[in-house]
């Protein structure tokens, strides 16, 4: 073999030139579609069997026509990939391999193995999704769970992924004489050891120093949550409060990762006197909590507290996610029993209370998964958060696990910090018996917008029955509430509703504050019936939608009063236990 043949142009990765190098990578990678084939037929013949068990009618579980059309398209494609490999063009054109980000490097097209080995990959991966599509005979739900199945299986699979097959980890590996191979194994380790994938550097944080960081203080405490008071920092605040709920399973902080991204010391910041409610990570003591210890002896005793505090009629209220759920509870609740004048408004950041349209996530709501959460939580009675944390990374596997799997792994790199990842892996115990119902009742049945199918406290409610002023929010890119499913809150309650499309998703959606100059958000004060409709006359903002939403909230009761006495923490009827974030925020 001569040198040329053996390295590549820049002396590093090998580059085949001879006829014998061609035909052997030819049967490599012919062999590698065969594998992934194969394994895209095991799983059409098991969703055949399961198909079969549901079927009412003999209706052929696969389309001749549409398998023969994704098959010839296959083979094509196939066709016109080795044609390219073996007579390379003289002038390269953009592929989609050159638009993934995995393989953008200029390694993956400088040498012909493996620029064949990303294309053959995409190719395969392609005709693996498109073969869900053209697969009959299921039911939508089927076939929603094997379409994540293949693309969480193509994603897996990725070339990239693998040291022998990313022509960057092999570089790496050369050029640091396999420095960068332990560092990796150094990451790895140390990631199994404590079950749970890293993606920053824990050091760079510390809560209550440069994380969760706003002053103030806690003023009341329970088994199940601290209610946080925030310091004024002018000298008038709105006379009716703002109560917070974040979701229970995640710290509450993802309203307080620094000053400049801090919804909570923003709203400070334009005059509220802000409230936050800090759950317990669930452990024994808790794990025969129930829906109503969370709407009744968490939410709504947490309302009482302020108002008793502050001595005010009523609070200004937000729910996110989940916590948004279970407000959307209480506020059916407090109708039913005559309370509604106890909450102003109700805003509600990417919350769900219809679950007809919720996404992926319902793909883990089936019998195996509910006996699995069982196994996981054991006798102990509650759910270990690393599992939900490991459920929403593997909605964005792509993003959330493998490409810290090449970076961190594979290339040996450090974890960047990031206090936004910082707080992802700052995971939460659920209790399972509640977790399992909000899965079984909400997901799943979709109990909440059927009139009477859920009581709290023992009263049956109603969602029709809520007709509080509320804030809708969504996030446009959300993939674990999406914008269609936060919709449909319109289409239940009956008060008069702002709804907001933002920018973004999940997290970035809703922490987008006015300074960072980002996304956009979307308004339309005319009815629309669908978000279709909604969009269609839309007027498009750039930037934060929180002035849009300051600006409503101070549109429903402007009337202000002094920061002083009650509205500095501590200084009221309730003494301060101890400083901001509290103790329960570093509970784990």
């Known amino acids: 073999m001569t040198k040329h043949e053996a390295e590549g142009p820049n002396g590093t990765l090998p580059f085949p030139s001879s006829l014998e190098d061609m035909q052997h990578w030819t049967g490599v990678i012919g062999r590698a579609q065969q594998m992934m084939l194969e394994q895209l037929s095991e799983a059409m013949t098991a969703a055949q069997a399961s198909g079969e068990a549901v079927a009412a009618a003999p209706t052929p579980l696969r389309d001749p026509t549409r398998l023969s059309g994704v098959q010839a398209d296959f083979w ?273 950041f990417t919350a769900q209370v219809d679950f007809s349209r919720s996404g992926d996530l319902q793909l883990f709501v089936d019998d195996s998964q509910m006996d699995l959460i069982g196994q996981l939580a054991g006798s102990k009675g509650y759910l270990d958060g690393r599992y939900m944390a490991l459920t929403f990374n593997m909605l964005r596997g792509r993003d959330l696990i493998w490409s810290y799997v090449v970076n961190n792994y594979l290339l040996g790199q450090d974890y960047p910090p990031f206090d936004l990842l910082y707080w992802n892996g700052d995971t939460t115990n659920l209790p399972h018996a509640w977790h399992r119902a909000y899965l079984e009742d909400l997901y799943r049945d979709n109990k909440l917008v059927q009139p009477g199918a859920i009581s709290v406290g023992g009263v049956p409610i109603d969602l029709g029955t809520v007709a509080t002023p509320s804030y809708v929010q969504a996030g446009r890119e959300d993939h674990i509430a999406p914008p269609h499913s936060v919709w449909k809150v319109t289409e239940h309650f009956t008060g008069p509703l702002r709804f907001v499309l933002a920018g973004s998703g999940h997290i970035a959606g809703v922490v987008n504050p006015p300074s960072s100059g980002k996304y956009q958000y979307w308004t339309n004060p005319a009815k629309a019936a669908t978000l279709e409709e909604f969009i269609a006359g839309a007027t498009e903002t750039k930037g934060s939608w929180w002035p849009d939403w300051i600006g409503w909230l101070r549109g429903l009761d402007s009337a202000e009063v002094k920061a002083a006495t009650a509205r500095i923490p501590g200084k009221g009827r309730l003494k301060a236990i101890e400083d901001a974030p509290g103790r329960y925020v570093r509970l784990r």
């Open 76 to 348: 094509s494609q196939s066709l016109d990939l080795w044609q390219r490999f073996l007579l390379p063009p003289t002038v390269a054109t953009p592929s989609a391999a050159d638009r993934d980000r995995r393989f953008t490097a200029a390694q993956w097209r400088d040498n012909p193995v493996f620029d064949l080995i990303r294309q053959s990959y995409l190719l395969v991966a392609d005709h693996m999704l498109k073969a869900v599509d053209a697969f009959d005979g299921l039911e939508p739900r089927q076939r929603e769970q094997l379409r994540f199945a293949t693309q969480t299986f193509v994603d897996a699979m990725s070339p990239s992924n693998f040291p022998f097959t990313n022509p960057e980890v092999i570089e790496k590996a050369v050029e640091t004489k396999g420095a960068s191979l332990l560092r990796g194994l150094e990451h790895m380790l140390a990631d199994l050891d404590k079950g749970q994938l890293t993606h920053t550097d824990r050091d760079a944080f510390e809560v209550g120093r440069n994380i969760a960081a706003t002053p103030g203080k806690v003023i009341h405490e329970t088994p199940l949550y601290q209610l946080i008071q925030y310091t004024p920092t002018t000298a008038t605040v709105l006379k009716t409060p703002l109560l917070i709920f974040p979701p229970w399973i995640n710290r509450f902080y993802i309203l307080d990762l620094n000053p400049e991204k801090s919804f909570i010391r923003w709203a400070v910041e334009q005059g509220v006197t802000v409230f936050v409610v800090s759950w317990k990570s669930a452990d024994e003591s808790l794990a025969g909590t129930t829906m109503d210890d969370y709407v009744l002896g968490g939410m709504l005793d947490a309302v009482d507290t302020v108002r008793g505090a502050l001595n005010v009629d009523s609070v200004h209220t937000i729910g996110y996610c989940v916590a948004g759920t279970n407000l959307a509870a209480l506020l059916a609740y407090l109708a039913a029993t005559d309370q509604a004048a106890k909450v102003a408004s109700a805003t509600f």
